[in-house]
């Protein structure tokens, strides 16, 4: 009903070039803009760095109320409205850090029609006083950003999320609800649909697998070595570097920078003051590598990041893809490397163990865990499986730049391994792990496989010719693959699957790609 003929999508590239200054939308950003002037409920999906913010900034100043947007970080609250202000366009927060009488103003500004934006935290839809102030104003949308945050299956619930529905539901007229994030699973899709009450929205997913990243998985390296080898040879580019712990940030750091690379560091354990002074250096060239932990990057606008690299493997894909989508938001070629060891699963179960959480949600942190591991060991097109895992329509052509498809080792045929590897565990109950299993085909004398008399059976010893550590990592292969899987909980035992039967019964091949024979020096790589 508030849609009239001036609200076309020539009107709203006319509005970005004069507010904006770009030329055209781009691909997603048009059809979620569109949606939003016919007066849809829209669930956009998009990338850090897609272009979100657009999305929502352009209808609010085609339509004729208030836009509210709903943002959970207090300091891109206020970066937003300072560059819409510099622009040229009436926007203002509200937030803790301002004096009641400023907010006052500011809600008198909304009031007068003043303000077409305004940003605030989703605790404030709590307050009593604010949704009445609220309830006096003409909203035309209400666009939630970070919309993740309302559903458990996410990587950051935020409990004030939940307040949204009922703030929309007691408004005098219903607003058009605009939603955005970067997640999209389809348990967080569902949850953002239900617990926001979206009113059959229109769902955009786009750009996930931007194709200027060049995405790669290393297994087995000497990761310090080579995060050392990759900066000074990429000494001019700016970086990434995450690590799972503040020792391990502090450390590296250090490393990079006694080699003379220009390197800061971000963590959580810093004060406020040094955080802010090392992301300030990034952004400004000051430093070319930043180490962080994962605290490090919400809200980080800068546009020739090169490269992101993983010193460990993250907790699960949305991370993931949010991190290393931070690379190359200019559309230039940049690469993503993730350094995979299996000490990093035992790590993630640790922390996962450690935190204290219900069984369901234990359950659904085990099993996003085993899907980044999945990811980690699939020789298949990296950015087909991650489009794959979150839903994105993809045509079957491989990427071509991934560290899969980029893989030149021999593709071998392993059926007969996998048929020895599914024996040993059927006979042994489908009951141990990956590390007993791989003992007894190693024919290993442990206690552990003595006590068991697994050194009787007829698979023991029948991979004798192969290191343990061969073998576990040919059954993780296998895991990935689906032809097992590993039970949730620290010691994971690991059980067929039906493909496993089609390989025994002879029905089916299985195919690995066959170890390098030494590693690539970083520096030679591109
Ligand atoms: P997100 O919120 O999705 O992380 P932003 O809205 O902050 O992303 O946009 C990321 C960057 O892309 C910003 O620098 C923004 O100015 C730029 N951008 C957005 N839309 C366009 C466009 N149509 N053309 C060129 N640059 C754009
Ligand atoms: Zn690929």
Redesign the pocket.
């Given at each position: 009903a508030r849609s009239n003929e001036l609200m076309n999508m020539d009107t709203a590239k006319e509005i970005?070039q004069r507010y904006y200054g770009?030329p055209?939308?781009?691909e997603g950003?048009k059809k979620i803009v569109d949606s939003l002037l016919r007066g849809r409920d829209t669930l956009g999906i998009?990338p850090?760095?897609?272009?979100?913010?657009?999305c929502y900034q352009i209808p609010a100043l085609m339509h004729p109320g208030l836009t509210l947007v709903i943002s959970p970080l207090i300091s891109l609250m206020k970066d937003q409205v300072d560059a819409l202000t510099t622009a040229g366009i009436s926007a203002a927060y509200i937030n803790s850090t301002l004096s009641g009488k400023e907010v006052n103003e500011r809600i008198r500004a909304a009031k007068r029609g003043d303000l077409k934006l305004l940003y605030v935290a989703p605790e404030r839809l709590e307050l009593d006083w604010f949704r009445e102030e609220m309830a006096g104003l003409d909203i035309s949308i209400v666009a939630v950003d970070e919309a993740h945050c309302v559903s458990q299956w996410g990587h950051d619930f935020r409990t004030s999320y939940l307040a949204v529905a009922p703030f929309v539901d007691a408004l005098p007229q219903r607003p058009i609800v605009a939603a955005f994030t970067a997640t999209a699973t389809p348990e967080v899709m569902e949850d953002m649909q239900r617990l926001l009450q979206l009113d059959q929205p229109q769902v955009f997913v786009t750009g996930l697998g931007r194709d200027n990243l060049e995405m790669s998985v290393l297994r087995g390296e000497n990761k310090r070595e080579f995060i050392m080898d990759y900066a000074a040879s990429h000494a001019h580019q700016s970086g990434i570097i995450y690590a799972a712990t503040r020792k391990d940030v502090d450390d590296l750091c250090q490393r990079l920078q006694a080699q003379g690379i220009a390197a800061g560091r971000y963590h959580a354990g810093m004060s406020d003051a040094e955080r802010a002074e090392s992301q300030e250096a990034f952004l400004y060239d000051d430093i070319r590598v930043i180490v962080a932990t994962n605290a490090f990057g919400m809200g980080i606008?800068k546009?020739n990041v090169r490269y992101v690299i993983h010193y460990n493997m993250p907790k699960n894909m949305e991370s993931y893809v949010q991190e290393a989508g931070r690379a190359g938001?200019d559309g230039e070629p940049s690469q993503c490397i993730l350094l995979f060891s299996p000490q990093d699963i035992i790590t993630q179960k640790f922390l996962i163990e450690q935190n204290p959480q219900d069984s369901e949600r234990k359950h659904n942190e085990y099993r996003k865990l085993q899907q980044m591991i999945d990811y980690c060991y699939t020789t298949r097109c990296l950015r087909s499986a991650m489009l794959d895992y979150f839903g994105e329509a993809h045509d079957d052509k491989p990427c071509g730049t991934c560290s899969s498809c980029t893989d030149d080792r021999e593709l071998i045929d392993i059926t007969v391994d996998a048929q020895k590897i599914f024996s040993c565990i059927h006979r042994m109950r489908e009951r141990f792990g990956v590390s007993t299993v791989a003992a007894v085909l190693k024919g290993s004398r442990a206690k552990k496989v003595l006590e068991y008399g697994f050194d009787r059976l007829p698979t023991y010893g029948v991979m004798s010719g192969r290191t343990e550590k061969e073998i576990a990592e040919t059954i993780n292969v296998l895991v990935s693959e689906g032809y097992l899987t590993l039970t949730e909980g620290q010691y994971p035992v690991v059980k067929l699957q039906s493909a496993a039967a089609e390989v025994l019964r002879g029905q089916k091949e299985v195919m690995q790609r066959v170890p390098k024979p030494s590693r690539t020096k970083a520096g030679q790589r591109s």
């Open positions: 970005l770009y055209d939308f781009r950003q998009m850090t760095g897609g272009g979100k913010s657009i606008d546009s938001r």
